[in-house]
């Protein structure tokens, strides 16, 4: 199971970071990511961060502002968000996958095997 925390609402240019822990297992050998989504839109991809965590994925939206990272001896991974814009509201999503993804397939929802609950993200004066 994932549990996504530290949602909340910020004024914009103010930082959240979020962070996801795995209760039941480790994440050494998957690869994670956020997404996000909004009422009436498809999720959308934010970041991902390989097992090693050596690479790292960022969408154009989020890339300088956003970086994941991930600590594999506590299961956990964190999103921290910068220079947040309204455009950044949203539910945000933490997903492991436990497939080999390829590059084209690291940004695609359906590949993630698991998802935890979400924690929504609001950003507005």
């Known amino acids: 199971q994932l549990q996504a925390s530290g949602g909340g609402l910020v004024q914009p240019g103010g930082s959240l970071r979020l962070s996801c822990a795995a209760s039941?297992?480790?994440?050494?050998?998957?690869?994670m990511g956020w997404f996000r989504q909004v009422p009436g839109k498809e999720r959308e991809f934010v970041a991902a961060?390989?097992?090693?965590?050596?690479?790292?994925y960022y969408s154009d939206a989020v890339k300088d502002r956003f970086t994941i990272s991930r600590n594999n001896a506590e299961s956990t991974v964190t999103l921290q968000m910068n220079s947040l814009k309204p455009e950044d509201t949203a539910v945000y999503y933490c997903?492991?996958?436990?497939?080999?993804?390829?590059?084209?397939?690291?940004?695609?929802?359906?590949?993630?095997?698991?998802w935890g609950q979400g924690t929504l993200v609001t950003v507005s004066s």
């Open positions: 997903a492991r996958s436990d497939l080999s993804l390829i590059l084209s397939e690291i940004r695609k929802s359906s590949r993630y095997n698991y």
């Open positions: 039941d297992r480790t994440l050494s050998r998957e690869t």
């Open positions: 961060i390989r097992w090693s965590g050596g690479s790292k």
